[in-house]
């Protein structure tokens, strides 16, 4: 992980805890539901699982998050 972070594995490690946390606790439990109800194409038209389009919503808020922040392509670049 110290060459992808600069030596800052703290960084890296946040990172990769916040997207266990998005995974675990949002995307994991759609897989029932897909399994139960899943997307369709119908006449040109997508038809999402319940949960999915979401689900996705919080994926999007959070990568806008860490690409705001101003020291975000530093943290996670090679020296």
Do not use: I
């Given at each position: 992980?110290?060459?992808h972070?600069g030596?800052?594995?703290?960084?890296?490690?946040?990172?990769?805890?916040e997207?266990?946390?998005?995974?675990g606790?949002?995307?994991?439990p759609l897989n029932?539901?897909g399994?139960r109800?899943?997307?369709?194409?119908?006449?040109?038209?997508?038809?999402?699982t319940?949960?999915?389009?979401?689900?996705?919503?919080q994926f999007a808020?959070a990568?806008r998050n860490?690409?705001?922040?101003?020291?975000w392509?530093?943290?996670?670049?090679?020296?």
């Amino acid at each position: 992980m110290r060459r992808h972070t600069g030596g800052q594995a703290g960084t890296a490690q946040a990172v990769l805890e916040e997207s266990a946390k998005l995974c675990g606790g949002v995307r994991a439990p759609l897989n029932v539901e897909g399994d139960r109800n899943p997307s369709s194409w119908r006449d040109s038209v997508v038809t999402a699982t319940p949960g999915f389009r979401e689900a996705f919503h919080q994926f999007a808020a959070a990568a806008r998050n860490m690409r705001g922040s101003r020291y975000w392509s530093r943290a996670l670049t090679r020296p």
